[in-house]
């Protein structure tokens, strides 16, 4: 069984910062590429930012390019979303995603989920 948790969510003011972070736990953590998707409240579960397996190629939302970065240390599991500049925009519940194969940036790509960190940024 594979479950990820997700830990870093709070209260920030607008272009304050975060870093999130996600632990994957019951397969090796290098055999996942990773990826954060975010959902505000009324809209739609969007994604956010993807990390390869070897952490050599990451791909980022326009809304996140030049603000986020994402991060993994294999050889110690955590993979990190250091959130940058946040705006009352960015206030959603941030997921953590795992897939076997390669990166992606559609939901259905990805197969274990974590139960998400809530996010807020007042103005």
């Known amino acids: 069984q594979v479950q990820l948790v997700e830990s870093g969510g709070g209260l920030v003011q607008a272009v304050g910062a975060l870093r999130l972070s996600c632990i994957v736990s019951g397969r090796t953590f290098s055999d996942y590429a990773m990826g954060w998707f975010r959902q505000a409240p009324g809209k739609e579960r969007e994604f956010v930012s993807t990390?390869?397996?070897?952490?050599?190629?990451?791909y980022y939302a326009d809304s996140a390019k030049g603000r986020f970065t994402i991060s993994r240390d294999n050889a110690k599991n955590p993979v990190y979303l250091q959130m940058n500049s946040l705006k009352p925009e960015d206030a959603a519940v941030y997921y953590c995603?795992?897939?076997?194969?390669?990166?992606?940036?559609?939901?259905?790509?990805?197969?274990?989920w974590g139960q998400g960190t809530q996010v807020a940024v007042s103005s």
């Open positions: 995603t795992a897939r076997t194969i390669s990166t992606g940036t559609e939901e259905r790509e990805y197969e274990y």
């Open positions: 990390i390869s397996r070897s952490g050599a190629i990451t």
